[in-house]
T-cell receptor
Framework: GAVVSQHPSRVICKSGTSVKIECRSL??????MFWYRQFPKQSLMLMAT?????????EQGVEKDKFLINHASLTLSTLTVTSAHPEDSSFYIC?????????????????FGPGTRLTVL | GNSVTQMEGPVTLSEEAFLTINCTYT??????LFWYVQYPGEGLQLLLK?????DKGSNKGFEATYRKETTSFHLEKGSVQVSDSAVYFC?????????????FGRGTSLIVHP
């Protein structure tokens, strides 16, 4: 299957700083990427969807000014957690597909990155 | 709206035991159903899927049958191995006409002892 990487795999930062997480599709063009947040022993919560060339669509309750998403190219999306606080500590996972989201297309398999563990002190 | 309910874990088994992880769903349309697996410290991998009623998805010895009448998609394996220890997520997506972004269950942790 296709490969999606994330960098860094884990990061520890001080409260008030900003952290950038990269998500790359290594062997396919990802026209759509998703960012999820996973709390311990809980399921994945979709944060936002980004189609290449357009602004990200955020899920209800997710602060777009807090979690900045940039789909910079067909192989790279970044999530920046601005002014991070301890409650932002979580496991962040990206995924990518080669189709466009929220259209009447047959399901395209999502390929998930390995995740980034963020700890805010 | 759509939702997925999985049995709570952890499920603890001895090697070579039979595995069942229950999953039921509610959906407004005719969803596709999926099982994902997450090994420790890793992202999710698609394990198997079924796109219509009575379809059976299978992979690596795991199976699940799409049961429309009971709105279920239970995951089974006849003989588990220690390497199967992971968290398993049931999910659905509901095309066409709606977003096909999956709705995930809460996940069920499987621990297999030698």
């Amino acid at each position: 299957g296709a490969v999606v990487s994330q960098h860094p795999s884990r990061v520890i930062c001080k409260s008030g700083t900003s952290v950038k997480i990269e998500c790359r599709s290594l062997d396919f063009q990802a026209t759509t990427m998703f960012w999820y947040r996973q709390f311990p022993k809980q399921s994945l919560m979709l944060m936002a969807t980004s189609n290449e060339g357009s602004k990200a669509t955020y899920e209800q309750g997710v602060e777009k000014d807090k979690f900045l998403i940039n789909h910079a190219s067909l192989t790279l999306s970044t999530l920046t957690v601005t002014s991070a606080h301890p409650e932002d500590s979580s496991f962040y996972i990206c995924s990518a597909i080669s189709g466009r989201a929220r259209t009447n297309h047959p399901y395209n398999e999502q390929f998930f990155g390995p995740g980034t563990r963020l700890t805010v002190l | 709206g759509n939702s997925v309910t999985q049995m709570e874990g952890p499920v603890t088994l001895s090697e070579e035991a039979f595995l069942t992880i229950n999953c039921t769903y509610t959906a407004t349309g005719y969803p596709s159903l999926f099982w994902y697996v997450q090994y420790p410290g890793e992202g999710l991998q698609l394990l198997l899927k079924a796109t219509k009623a009575d379809d059976k998805g299978s992979n690596k010895g795991f199976e699940a049958t799409y049961r429309k009448e009971t709105t279920s998609f239970h995951l089974e394996k006849g003989s588990v191995q220690v390497s199967d220890s992971a968290v398993y997520f049931c999910a659905l997506s509901d095309p066409p006409g709606g977003s096909y972004i999956p709705t995930f269950g809460r996940g069920t942790s499987l621990i297999v002892h030698p």
